[in-house]
């Protein structure tokens, strides 16, 4: 199969691609909009209370469980866990009290509060320090109105420094390298109507690990003989290995997208759940598997890259 050099992590196989793209087209996907009110705020409050609900949390939305570490709780009979657990809380939150999510409040949060909040979040010094970044400058650069944010983007995701993801980079949550928290949002605010996107050519999947660790295991993206054996050895990667690979997962999803015209934010939806419930981190239900037939590593079942101390994703 031909195969495509991106960079020093390795190749997208364009065969695997295709196969792929074949298979996912004939899913009949469609982007979520978002609006399970376990997890977000009514579409019918307050624009802008949305959407610094749903910036404050994007910003704070990165790994929850690592090493020594878990993040779970039970409530109303449901246990929960990771993502969704933070979520949870931080809609309970909006729910109480919006203004919690308001510029000036941010600004001000203590680290003492996030815990409170959030529960015993490992590193929730820097979730702190992540929100309190975003209330202050979105009081100091956008006068404390997202919205005054899109409007100044003019629906772009990139415009020449003045695009949506462009303009994100000014906080420290939206700062990774490969945008991937900045697409999540980019994303969620598509989804539910809260902006139209003009240059939906633009768009990219948010790479996480699901989406990287679910891109090897298939086959589209093969990582060179280095990479692959530090992924195997669970050897830590450098913040340039973690862009470098991540850029070529990117990549090969974004050839998937055109291949199959599934948009990027569509095809997210699907791959980060199917990462969640299907090709799992540990013991993958590979019987239930729709793209099992095109899957290379089956059988070896590679974890992700190990890259925990960060809040890029």
């Known amino acids: 199969m031909t195969k495509a050099s991106i960079n020093e992590a390795g190749h997208i196989n364009l065969g695997k691609a295709e196969a792929l793209a074949k298979l996912i087209k004939e899913m009949k996907l469609s982007q979520d909009n978002y609006v399970d009110d376990r997890f977000y705020p009514s579409t019918s409050m307050d624009e802008d209370l949305q959407l610094m609900f749903f910036i404050a949390m994007t910003a704070i939305d990165h790994r929850l469980v690592v090493p020594g570490h878990s993040y779970e709780d039970e409530m109303n009979g449901n246990k929960y866990r990771g993502a969704d657990l933070l979520w949870i809380r931080g809609k309970r939150l909006f729910d109480s009290d919006p203004s919690i999510f308001s510029p000036s409040r941010l600004a001000t949060i203590d680290s003492s509060t996030i815990k409170h909040w959030f529960g015993d979040i490992w590193d929730y010094g820097v979730r702190t320090f992540l929100l309190q970044d975003i209330g202050i400058k979105m009081s100091k650069l956008f006068n404390s109105s997202p919205t005054a944010l ?3 983007s003019e629906g772009y995701l990139f415009n020449g420094g003045h695009g949506f993801i462009e303009l994100l980079k000014s906080f420290s ?3 990774d390298p490969v945008e991937k928290k900045a697409m999540l949002l980019a994303k969620f605010l598509h989804g539910r109507g809260l902006i139209r996107f003009v240059d939906t050519w633009n768009e990219e999947v948010p790479v996480d690990n699901h989406l990287t660790r679910i891109a090897i295991r298939l086959g589209l993206v093969e990582p060179s003989q280095q990479y692959m054996e530090m992924i195997m050895t669970a050897t830590p990667f450098t913040p340039q290995q973690d862009i470098a690979l991540r850029f070529s997962i990117r990549y090969g999803w ?3 997208s055109i291949l199959s015209g599934i948009e990027p934010f569509v095809l997210d939806d ?7 419930t299907i090709c799992t981190t540990d013991d993958p239900k590979c019987k239930y598997c ?16 190990v890259f925990h101390i960060t809040y890029w994703y």
């Not at 699907?270 to 969640?276: C, Q, S």
């Not at 729709?290 to 890259?305: F, I, Q, T, W």
């Open 150 to 152: 899109i409007k100044r």
């Open 254 to 256: 974004k050839l998937v």
């Open 173 to 175: 949550a939206y700062t």
């Open 290 to 305: 729709p793209l099992s037939d095109v899957c290379s590593l089956k059988d070896a079942h590679p974890r992700e890259h």
């Open 270 to 276: 699907f791959l980060w759940n199917f990462g969640r």
